[in-house]
């Protein structure tokens, strides 16, 4: 199929980032780096060296090991929690738009009282009832992503459910597990997975903000956020503490985006019909 | 016994406005191996009609009468039974190829589904067949089609395809739904002509909608035509366009285009509007239009009844007069 490919050196550049960062959080263990978490106090906020090729901490830990882990960290949560809006809010949402009636109201009223939720309330409810635990937070992140993946995938269910080879499909004495799974699933699955790696980028970044204000990854464990936030106290000695870890969050969030968009309009055969 | 027995059916749709009358008491028959056009314009009610018969109607539409097909009342048969007579006796094809085939799967995917699942054919036989199938309906190169997306295809291609899937599980009954309104007209009549072949060679019984009188002519053996709601003249198709009587199908001949006519010829439009079908006038629902109409039009409305011949029904007190033969 010969479509023009909208990916210009910016998109390999985007996804060269984002493999690098990927590959980095898997081999993290066996790279030459000191470990994330040992201190060496008369080492603290020192510049580049060969031990340390990007300097150390006001701990004096090594920063590139912490960038790495911090990676990690970043990344599982960053995956996860959407998967699990994914998994839900989509389910739920094509559920909702396919069947209407009574069980879109529920779900479309449950999906307003989540949003009505404020976030920050329901992470810290999180943290002092169940403790502060990684698995927690991407439990509180997948959660809070539910109501947007509902959204996306009930509005897209909607348009596609009024078109006419669902009525074609039905004509043809199609169930509706088949109508679900093999009409609508494919055409709501490419707003969705353009949707999901938005959800990364947008998890990456709540998740740094919540660790930034100490809710999120409890400590010594880095993450880009807790670095982030470490750093602040050093700003004016050591600025590079906490412009690296920003500056890494930066490029893979903007690299997900990237990516996100090239793929939607690479996968979306409807683009071709022009 | 008729293949299709459509008997009295009455379909309401509920709107902001109150009830909406889209189909008021409709009978029809289809022997196996026919072919009935069903013409009307816009709003008249022809879609409803086959949806009803499919019992595809919108959610809250409310339906009454009964549409037998086999022997089979399908208003009133289990979901699953339903559903199995659908997936092996009936078939639609539809006015627009572009939103009646799925745009993310390939065409092969979309036209051996229904064969596997219905059918219970087996994977690499479902594709020899659906490869067949496009052959037969017309499409070059079918192996290569299989693996391509809708929008790779043309409009007319896209007909042929939808025709190949509604085909791929032998239907007694297809209904075709303006199939060529949405095409160029040069394809129309080979889509028509396809169509026509199919329900020969494979003696299906099939109901042809259309707004287009000149795409039932020829093609039909038997014409129903439709105005708000009700089936207002029935006819064989020839007897329909030798002799019409109800002066709304005369109407809606003399508003096609003629070739032969001179150029800027003004066409007859049909003048006014078609009834609000939520108040419904109480007399001729096409008297307001009618050139012929008189007082006693206004009273009630005219059933359809065949008063001189067999065969040829029509819904009127002020017929058009037969036409003697030279």
């Given at each position: 199929m010969a479509v023009a490919k909208p990916t210009g050196p910016l998109f390999w550049c985007a996804l060269s980032w984002i493999g690098i960062i990927v590959v980095a959080a898997i081999v993290a263990g066996v790279l030459p780096i000191p470990s994330p978490t040992d201190m060496d106090i008369f080492a603290r906020r020192k510049g580049p060296t060969l031990a340390h090729l990007l300097g150390t901490d006001s701990l004096g830990r090594d920063v590139l090991a912490r960038l790495i882990y911090g990676a990690r960290i970043s990344l599982s949560v960053g995956l996860l929690a959407p998967v699990i809006g994914l998994g839900i809010g989509g389910a739920l949402g094509l559920l909702a738009g396919y069947f209407r009636g009574r069980f879109e109201i529920f779900v479309t009223g449950g999906v307003d009282v989540v949003l009505a939720f404020p976030p920050l309330i329901l992470a810290m409810a999180v943290t002092a009832f169940l403790g502060q635990s990684i698995v927690n937070l991407t439990l509180v992140l997948g959660f809070l992503g539910i109501p947007a993946f509902t959204r996306v995938a009930r509005a897209a269910t909607l348009t596609f459910s009024a078109r006419e080879f669902v009525t074609a499909a039905r004509a043809l004495g199609a169930g509706h597990a088949r109508i679900i799974l093999k009409e609508l699933l494919p055409n709501v699955a490419l707003p969705l997975g353009a949707f999901f790696l938005l959800g990364v980028a947008v998890t990456i970044v709540v998740e740094g903000a919540l660790s930034f204000l100490g809710l999120g990854v409890?400590?010594?464990a880095p993450s880009w956020g807790v670095m982030i936030g470490e750093g602040r106290e050093s700003l004016e000695m050591a600025p590079a503490l906490a412009f690296l870890p920003a500056m890494v969050l930066f490029l893979t969030v903007l690299s997900f985006n990237l990516v996100g968009d090239t793929l939607r309009a690479l996968t979306d055969p409807r683009q071709g019909a022009l | 016994m008729s293949l299709l027995e459509v008997e009295n059916i009455v379909v309401d749709l509920p709107t902001p406005r109150g009830m909406l009358r889209a189909v008021d008491g409709v009978n029809l028959t289809l022997d196996a191996g026919r072919t009935l056009g069903v013409v009307g314009e816009s709003g008249s009610g022809k879609t409803m009609l086959s949806r009803a018969i499919l019992q595809l109607l919108p959610r809250r539409a409310k339906l009454s009468g009964a549409i037998r097909f086999d022997g089979q009342d399908m208003t009133r048969i289990a979901p699953e039974t339903l559903r199995k007579l659908r997936a092996k006796s009936v078939a639609v094809v539809f006015q627009d190829p572009m939103t009646s085939l799925n745009p993310v799967l390939t065409i092969g995917s979309q036209l051996t589904e229904t064969m596997r699942e219905h059918l219970g054919v087996p994977q690499s036989e479902a594709i020899l067949r659906g490869v067949a199938l496009l052959a037969e309906v017309g499409?070059?190169?079918?192996?290569?089609?299989?693996?391509?997306?809708?929008?790779?295809?043309?409009?007319?291609?896209?007909?042929?395809?939808?025709?190949?899937?509604?085909?791929?599980?032998?239907?007694?009954?297809?209904?075709?739904?303006?199939?060529?309104?949405?095409?160029?007209?040069?394809?129309?009549?080979?889509?028509?002509?396809?169509?026509?072949?199919?329900?020969?060679?494979?003696?299906?019984?099939?109901?042809?909608?259309?707004?287009?009188?000149?795409?039932?002519?020829?093609?039909?053996?038997?014409?129903?035509?439709?105005?708000?709601?009700?089936?207002?003249?029935?006819?064989?198709?020839?007897e329909l366009f030798h002799?019409?009587?109800?002066?709304?199908?005369?109407?809606?001949?003399?508003?096609?285009?003629?070739?032969?006519?001179?150029?800027?010829?003004?066409?007859?439009?049909?003048?006014?509007?078609?009834?609000?079908?939520?108040?419904?006038?109480?007399?001729?629902?096409?008297?307001?239009?009618?050139?012929?109409?008189?007082?006693?039009?206004?009273?009630?409305k005219p059933p359809l009844s065949a008063p001189d011949r067999m065969a040829h029904q029509f819904a009127c007190i002020r017929p058009l007069p037969v036409k003697v033969a030279a």
């Open positions: 409890p400590p010594p | 499409i070059p190169s079918p192996e290569q089609r299989m693996g391509n997306y809708p929008h790779q295809l043309s409009g007319g291609m896209r007909q042929r395809v939808a025709i190949a899937i509604a085909l791929s599980c032998a239907p007694k009954l297809l209904i075709a739904d303006e199939p060529t309104t949405a095409l160029d007209v040069t394809v129309q009549a080979q889509i028509l002509d396809l169509l026509a072949r199919e329900q020969r060679s494979r003696h299906m019984a099939m109901m042809l909608i259309t707004h287009d009188l000149g795409v039932v002519a020829g093609r039909t053996d038997e014409v129903a035509v439709m105005y708000a709601g009700r089936v207002v003249e029935r006819a064989p198709t020839r002799h019409m009587r109800m002066p709304y199908t005369a109407a809606l001949m003399a508003a096609l285009p003629k070739l032969d006519a001179p150029p800027h010829t003004r066409l007859p439009a049909i003048g006014g509007r078609p009834p609000d079908p939520i108040n419904p006038p109480p007399g001729c629902s096409f008297a307001p239009r009618c050139f012929y109409a008189d007082a006693a039009c206004d009273k009630a």
